[in-house]
């Protein structure tokens, strides 16, 4: 009886704490909006950070598009060749880029990269007090710290998306047309012909500012949130990849059903 | 004007159920170094962290410059606090800032100075500390005792009316121990500050400080100028100053029989 009320107990404290997590997390959503100003006014910071998380998580972001374009390529060209319309590999590649593989690949990595590198940052200055040093200074650290990363965070996804998708459509047409040898006009018309700019583009942009407002936000939260110990910062930084990856996921096949709904 | 720039009176202060504070009550008076002295988990910090409104007492109260701090809000909080300036355990510099970027940052923050005018001041504050030809290194370059002076450079930015030290000699070498004495001492007079300091470390805290709290058990056990703590007969006091293995506070922690530990 007793290890089955420990039972109920573990469960219920691991439902509570979660959502009081939740709840602080939303908390420090609503503090980073209001906290904004300041990133737009000294645009330099918000600038700053985009270098950091944008910039510098091109290499990754590019040489994994390549090799995914070309995986696209190959895959997609031997499967419709089977149908006899190996043309329409460009519209294939294309499509799967933008509307699910740009926004949703970009998102992964940018957690592994650039979320837990966030995370981490974060957890350390909470670590070895400089977060508490900014207070006593009278400064804001939502708004000097936290809001410009959110803010280069959102801005720069959507960017990392439409490179990595357009940079896999390079790796598609390397494979597809020089490699294999599909005539290269018709694989750039029938793209150009079927893909819409509404339809897929905008959507898949859509979906890359979701996941930058949800990826940015678990990686500050998480450091934010982090106990002030070196074991604190390294749980924190594995929780922002597990927990943004699966969020990324989850929301994914929402925003998917309601735009193919929609 | 009162005399006192801080007053502490019949604070209370716990985390959860735990009562740390039971009814402090302190004067800092203006100009003077004042210590806050007493053993680890004692509540000293935390008196630091309640003075800037980091955190808010249970009960009493604690007011800066007649202002009493936790029923100001977040603004009034942060016009108090540009008064005060902070020295933290380990200095917290900023470790993405040069050492002239660290104490260029209130600046930058709470003025609109020209850039020529913000060179001039960081440099005169580094000078005061002995580290004017450090500003171009980050950080991790320094040493212990240089990221303190460097931090207290920081702190005294925007020439504070209070200058708070958190274990500003912990770690540090006597060298370097002795030059942030001296430099307590020196920044305090020559800014016209009053400056407390949380530490314990007697020898060098009874060299320079004009006023001395001791802390234990979650009340003032002791108070007066180190002539009169030197003179005291309280046997906290004697036992912190001689260093004393054990007595009041004892050696060892509560615990059950030794005998019944060990299965004797």
Known sequence: MKSLINFFEKVGFSVTSRIHRLGTATRLFFLILLASGESFKRFQLTMKEIYFTGVMSLVIIIVSAFFVGMVLGLQGYYTLQKYGSSEAIGVLVALALVRELGPVVTALLFAGRAGTAITAEIGLMKATEQLSAMEMMAVNPVGRIIAPRFWAGVIAMPILAAIFSMVGILGGYVVAVIVIGVDEGAFWSQMQANVDFRYDIVNGVIKSLVFGVACTIIALFEGYDAPPTAEGVSRATTRTVVTSSLVILGLDFILTSFMIGG | ?264
């Open chain 2, 1 to 264: 004007m009162s005399d006192n720039l801080i007053t502490i009176e019949n604070l209370t202060f716990g985390y959860g159920t735990e009562i740390l504070h039971k009814g402090i009550n302190m004067e800092f008076q203006r100009g003077k170094v004042s210590a806050i002295m007493g053993g680890s988990g004692s509540g000293k910090t935390t008196i630091l962290k309640l003075i800037g409104g980091q955190i808010k007492p249970k009960s009493g109260s604690v007011s800066v410059d007649n202002q009493i701090v936790h029923k100001q809000n977040l603004d009034g909080i942060y016009k108090l606090r540009r008064k005060m300036g902070m020295l933290f355990q380990h200095g917290a510099l900023f470790t993405d800032l040069s050492v002239y970027e660290n104490v260029a940052f209130p600046m930058r923050e709470h003025t609109d100075l020209p850039e020529n005018i913000i060179k001039d001041l960081v440099l005169m504050k580094l000078n005061a500390v002995g580290l004017r030809g450090a500003y171009k290194l980050m950080p991790t370059e320094l040493s212990g005792g240089m990221a303190r002076r460097v931090a207290l450079a920081r702190a005294i930015a925007l020439d504070p009316d209070i200058i708070m030290y958190d274990e500003p000699f912990a770690g540090l070498d006597p060298i370097s121990m002795a030059v942030i004495c001296d430099l307590i001492r020196t920044l305090n007079d020559a800014l016209g500050a009053t400056s407390i300091i949380v530490t314990h470390d007697v020898a060098e805290t009874f060299s320079f400080a004009d006023y001395i709290y001791f802390v234990a058990d979650g009340i003032v056990a002791a108070e007066g100028s180190p002539k009169q703590l030197m003179a005291s007969k309280l046997p906290f006091v004697k036992q912190f100053i001689h260093s004393e293995k054990d007595g009041p506070v004892p050696f060892h922690v509560s615990a059950p029989s030794y005998n019944s530990d060990l299965s004797l």
